[in-house]
């Protein structure tokens, strides 16, 4: 069965579309106070480049310690965990886990500090790396990911990851998210949402974290010099979580 | 040890028990496909001709995959989701097929033609105004993932999956 | 010296027939297991997010790791041209292609989707030590393949020295890679050491030669064929040096890492506080597997005896399988480092010790693993020409005098 006798039909409809998308996206450009709210949209038919790095900001400071809602909104923008899931078969340390709260306390000073913990999105991620397929992957925005078409399941990655970002599926699921597909036999972790940042909104951990006024996460292409995360990073700086590791995380905190 | 000689014998009277049902069953005017919620346009039906879809869709889904997977491309045309949300749709009863039901828009001919596929191991089966639905009703559905190959098919039938016929 | 004869045994016997129904059943056991694992998914295992490898991978590197040190005594015979050896360096590539088929089985059958090994086969990162590890055991096959042939087939006997010179190069990359793995994981405390690599070599001497060693007494005694002491002396005094071999490695390995303060944790973890996996290392790995087999082979009395020398090798093999349980298991079991100098707590086991209780079914595809490796030489001594019809002293040394 080869597709040939239609590429034809294919490429007029592709070439139809790509016009539509391209007037539709003209359109929604035109108007200045659009163009402001979705800095960082690009057109549906547009590939990702590497003239942007997505990133995000964690201020410790000021996340609030008893406060989980950047996971709630993780869990239900992807569909994993407690009530969302249907991993109901699974033990507590097999069930999924994007995104969590960590709380450290420094052993000398006795410090408490707050934080979310999730993928940190390397650029030499150690997860890539390992991959015997290509099944780890990082698009060219920076965005680290598991293509699950073709992830055999081996486990070396969540190995690899130094951050435990990774998680396995350990049953059979259903009902998943559309924009989020997850399922059994593969590995997973945070996507920075994709189908959200793709379409020039924020991940949903970060739209909470603001929601609930803490305004702990921002957001942001750390390639553009003006964009909101890389004037604070040019201003206060931002640690890595073991940058003796030298991965160059796209996940970075301040106050550690 | 079996010759090659009786290995082939054995293989072709194999072949012939297999096709047994398929010609006893030629009566049969195959899959009965779910309509799906609208026309792409008033030329087409579905986004390209039925036919083409029904020979190539699996080369465009793939193709699609890769594209929205590793480079973002986030347009509508082939993505599994807008393809579950037009085409998997309510029965009279207002009730959703799961996949691996004959019901189901992609196991109404996968079953019927013993294809299997394993996209719904990751991707849900259906729109997702109907998930949510089903969400709320029952937390913990019972698993209607097992795929089942039932029916098999003929000559004819085969003709009018490939060339088109009525959807 | 004559050429050694090599003759396939009869295995006419209820005993033989009554060896290959107890491992195919084994190995059928094996199978079930992994249709009970896949089919709801590793739910039913004691794997999970933390414990991301278990007894599976316990099996299957260990069978790995001694299916290239099985090459041993071939790489011997033709390599560094010990005529002594070259009897035996037959039945060496059989274990060894057996061995690693039994390992990959046991590795493939645990994958969450084992159905795309095709991918596997197909789509490489060269990036991946993982990736190069299946072009490795794909090659193994082949080349080992290639050097049993050449062995066999009189005709081809001529180009059994090269074949195996690749095969010994060949499987010295293998082991390497294998250990490899555990090498390069910068993230984790205990794997973050290069000397994995070399000490898998190491390992797969000694892991390889107790089972060829055991194998071919069996054979031989079940056999009736002669097996003189010549041949017999000369194996387990090299079992002996690549014990010793080991231990050293492993003592290398250990002080390297308390020399630097960031690894003291992990090596506090396994040397002094780990519980389970701090008795595992000392009386499993060390005492069991390492001391008390160097003590057997090496007394006088002992040995001589092929019954301690047979329980010497299964020492060593049971030693290796609680080394890699130690490795594979206990360097997971260690939490990840992620804020140095502070305790962490979380929702998702941060900052504590991680637990994992094997399953039954777990163990069951394992030990498969070892069945259908025995199954395979037990099936192919009886159909092909590997063993030598007999190994008596002047059989294998023209200068051997009563």
């Not at chain 2, 297999?18 to 779910?34: E, I, Q």
């Not at chain 2, 097992?146 to 029916?151: I, L, P, S, V």
Request: proline share 4%; net charge neutral.
């Amino acid at each position: 069965m080869s597709p040939k006798h239609s590429d034809k039909n294919t490429n007029e409809y592709r070439r139809k579309f790509l016009a539509q998308s391209a007037a539709v996206a003209g359109l929604a450009i035109a108007p200045g106070i659009v163009l402001n709210q979705v800095a960082h949209a690009k057109a549906d038919a547009d590939k990702v480049t590497g003239s942007t790095r997505w990133g995000m900001l964690i201020d410790t400071n000021k996340c609030s310690k008893g406060c989980t809602d950047c996971v709630t909104a993780c869990s239900d923008e992807n569909g994993w965990g407690g009530t969302n899931s249907s991993e109901t078969h699974s033990s507590k340390e097999q069930q999924a886990q994007w995104i969590r709260k960590v709380t450290i306390t420094d052993k000398q000073t006795g410090h408490v500090q707050s934080l979310p913990l999730m993928c940190q999105h390397c650029e030499t991620a150690p997860c890539v790396d390992v991959c015997p397929t290509g099944a780890s992957m990082k698009r060219k925005d920076g965005i680290v990911l598991v293509d699950k078409h073709i992830c055999i399941g081996c486990r070396y990655c969540m190995m690899a990851c130094p951050y435990k970002a990774r998680s396995f599926i350990h049953e059979k699921l259903e009902l998943q998210k559309n924009n989020a597909p997850r399922g059994i036999g593969t590995v997973e972790s945070c996507t920075m949402c994709t189908h959200r940042v793709d379409k020039g909104n924020d991940p949903a951990c970060v739209e909470a974290c603001s929601k609930a006024e803490h305004g702990a996460m921002i957001f942001g292409d750390l390639k553009d010099a003006n964009s909101a995360i890389s004037i604070e990073l040019k201003k206060h700086g931002g640690e890595q979580i073991r940058a003796d590791l030298g991965l160059n995380t796209g996940v970075r905190y301040q106050g550690l | 040890m079996m010759s090659l000689r009786q290995f082939a014998k054995h293989l072709v009277v194999l072949v012939g028990l297999t096709a047994l049902p398929m010609l006893s069953n030629a009566g049969d005017l195959g899959p009965v496909v779910p309509k799906a919620k609208e026309n792409a346009s008033e030329k087409t039906k579905c986004i390209r001709p039925v036919t083409e879809m029904r020979k190539n869709h699996m080369e465009f889904l793939k193709h699609k995959r890769d594209e929205t997977m590793r480079e973002g491309v986030r347009t509508k045309a082939d993505s599994l989701v807008e393809c579950i949300d037009c085409h998997v749709t309510p029965n009279e009863k207002g009730e959703y097929a799961r996949i691996g039901e004959d019901g189901h828009f992609c196991s109404s001919c996968h079953n019927y033609a013993a294809v299997n596929i394993d996209c719904f191991d990751c991707h849900s089966d259906l729109p997702e105004d109907a998930a949510k639905h089903l969400h709320t009703l029952n937390k913990k559905n019972p698993h209607h993932k097992d795929m089942t190959a039932n029916g098999s098919l003929t000559k004819e039938n085969l003709e009018v999956l490939t060339e088109g016929g009525n959807q | 010296m004559k050429k050694p004869v090599l003759k396939q045994i009869d295995g006419n016997s209820i005993n033989y027939w009554m060896l290959l129904a107890l491992l195919g059943s084994f190995v059928l056991a094996a199978v079930g297991a992994h249709f009970y694992m896949e089919h709801g998914g590793h739910y039913v295992t004691g794997m999970n997010n933390q414990i991301v490898w278990g007894l599976p991978h316990v099996f299957a590197v260990f069978l790995i790791v001694a299916a290239s040190g099985a090459l041993n005594v071939a790489s011997i015979a033709s390599v560094f041209g010990k005529t002594a050896y070259k009897p035996l360096a037959p039945l060496s590539t059989l274990v060894a292609i057996a061995l690693l088929s039994g390992g990959l089985m046991v590795l493939v059958l645990d994958l969450g989707r084992p159905d795309r090994l095709i991918v596997a086969m197909t789509i490489y990162n060269f990036k991946s030590i993982f990736a190069w590890n299946m072009i490795f055991y794909n090659g193994f096959f082949l080349i080992v393949g290639i050097y049993a042939w050449t062995m066999l087939q009189r005709n081809l006997n001529k180009y059994s020295r090269i074949a195996g010179f690749s095969a010994f190069i060949w499987r010295l990359a293998l082991t390497t890679g294998t250990g490899s793995i555990f090498g390069f994981l910068v993230a984790r405390q205990a794997y973050d050491a290069a000397i994995m690599g070399p000490m898998f070599v190491v390992m797969s001497f000694s892991f390889g030669l107790a089972i060829f060693l055991l194998i071919l007494l069996a054979t031989y005694k079940w056999t009736d064929r002669p097996l003189g002491d010549a041949t017999f002396i000369r194996l387990k005094n090299l079992l002996g040096v690549f014990v010793a071999g080991v231990l050293y490695f492993v003592v290398a390995q250990h002080l390297t890492n308390l020399y630097a303060t960031e690894h003291h944790g992990v090596e506090a973890f396994i040397l002094r506080d780990g519980g389970i996996y701090t008795q595992l290392f000392w009386y499993g790995q060390i005492i069991m597997g390492g001391l008390i087999p160097l003590a057997l082979i090496y007394h006088p009395t002992t040995g001589k005896s092929r019954t301690a020398i047979s329980i010497a090798s299964l020492l060593i093999v049971l030693g290796g399988m609680i080394q890699m349980y130690v490795i594979i298991i206990g360097g997971q079991a260690y939490p990840l480092e992620l804020f140095p100098g502070k305790e962490v707590t979380s929702s998702f086991f941060d900052g504590v010790v991680n637990s994992y209780n094997p399953t039954f079914a777990e163990g069951i595809l394992g030990v498969g693993g070892f069945a259908v490796a025995l199954f395979m030489v037990a099936f192919a001594v009886k159909v092909l020409n590997f063993l030598p019809e007999s190994l008596a002293d002047e059989a294998v040394d023209p200068h051997h005098s009563k």
